[in-house]
């Protein structure tokens, strides 16, 4: 690990390079733990064109930058906030943890509390995606002592922004009951991050989990399906991964971020989603990255002519647009489904919908929160964490 990423333990740089190979073989490995599920789908109603561009001639607040995310959409969405406090105004986490999750948790077999290779503790610990145990024995939850100590030595390096920042900003968090992949363990260490971070309420709101438990997904009170996928049921665990609750998250979120909003708009006919090409974002000469070759970004006509704010949203596993329901992903469900765009449409908000692909390293098409892009996954020069930070400028820059 080099001395720009956020690394946590005490191993040397030789030994990273040693342990390297394997961390990586192991992360396939267990990605494919959890395989793809296989759905029919209806219509496809997206056919997303590359080689579009972000659009030009908007005017956007650049005090109104945030972002959101649910699984591993939150987790990153979480990270992007720690690199760029700076920034960053607020975050909205479903179903995420804390910065560096994957970093220091402890090996139940080695004598002296030697780390757990990134993807046995992103599988084991941080999420229960592989189980509990570890042959046997079981996996100890993260602790936010160790993400302090991550942040702290990310900041000595440079790569995150100075964390007094985020004192000012406004975080909406949420977890549900029947979640049986984020343990309650790791929200916990979510929320006491943000709270030793300096975020107190009433900037900081820990979303109670009211009326039906909530499984693994986005919780929705409206489900139009524009998209491929009928919604599941509040406690069913499964594709598209969004939630009949009850309540809209994505309506919450924003209105924690932002405050009062206006009554949900009519999405289709009051803006569009258009298609933009990710690739000259991403970092030069960076294999494996994760980055789809496509992004989305929903514009209100509004925005056009008068100043919006700036949303980012972190889709999570399995919820890219450009995987359809026959190859094991959920098309464009995420993007017309998830609620974003209706609250977009009637409060002059951009929402950018930034993609990760499948990789040999993350079939499942989740976002890098446990170094399968690199050692330098966490901070501001972390592949994926960059490239949305440049989509971030270019749209700022849209004038």
């Known amino acids: 690990m080099t001395a720009t990423t956020a690394s946590s333990s005490n191993r040397s740089a030789p030994a990273l390079r040693r342990t390297s190979r394997g961390l990586r073989a192991l992360c396939f490995a267990l990605a494919l733990l959890v395989g793809a599920h296989a759905t029919a789908s209806r219509s496809a109603t997206l056919s997303p064109a590359e080689g579009g561009s972000l659009p030009a001639g908007l005017s956007l607040n650049p005090n109104s930058v945030t972002v959101s995310g649910l699984s591993s959409g939150g987790f990153i969405a979480h990270q992007f906030h720690i690199a760029h406090s700076d920034l960053v105004r607020g975050a909205g986490i479903v179903a995420g943890g804390p910065f560096g999750c994957a970093e220091r948790v402890p090996n ?116 139009p399906e524009r998209g491929p996928l009928p919604a599941r049921a509040c406690g069913i665990y499964g594709p598209p991964f969004i939630n009949r609750c009850g309540f809209d998250a994505a309506g919450e979120i924003l209105t924690h971020l932002y405050g009062p909003l206006n009554a949900p708009g009519d999405a289709t006919g009051g803006g569009e989603l258009r298609s933009f090409d990710q ?93 399968y892009s690199g050692d330098d996954y966490l901070g501001r020069d972390a592949p994926q964490i960059a490239a949305v930070r440049a989509m971030v400028a270019r749209l700022l820059d849209a004038r």
């Open 108 to 223: 139940p077999w080695v004598f002296g509390a030697a780390p757990l290779l990134r993807a046995q503790a992103a599988t084991l610990s941080c999420t229960h995606v592989a189980g509990a145990t570890l042959f046997g024995l079981p996996v100890p939850s993260p602790r936010v002592e160790d993400s302090l100590v991550v942040i702290a030595e990310a900041r000595r390096a440079g790569t995150i922004a100075a964390p007094s920042h985020l004192a000012g900003t406004r975080v909406w968090l949420f977890r549900g009951e029947a979640d049986e992949l984020v343990p309650r363990k790791t929200f916990d260490a979510l929320v006491s991050l943000y709270r030793q971070l300096g975020v107190a309420e009433p900037n900081l709101m820990v979303r109670p989990n009211n009326g039906p438990k909530a499984a693994h997904g986005m919780p929705v009170s409206d489900f």
């Open 279 to 371: 690739r000259p974002f991403v970092p030069p000469a960076r294999e494996e990255t994760g980055m789809a070759a496509v992004g989305w970004v929903y514009v209100p006509k509004a925005c056009g002519q008068q100043r919006c704010n700036l949303h980012v949203v972190f889709h999570g596993c399995q919820q890219d647009a450009g995987t359809p329901p026959s190859a094991g992903g959920i098309g464009a469900d995420f993007l017309l489904d998830a609620g974003y765009n209706r609250w977009a449409v009637s409060n002059h908000v951009v929402i950018v919908y930034p993609q990760v692909t499948g990789t040999p390293l993350n079939p499942r098409r989740c976002w890098d929160w446990w170094g």
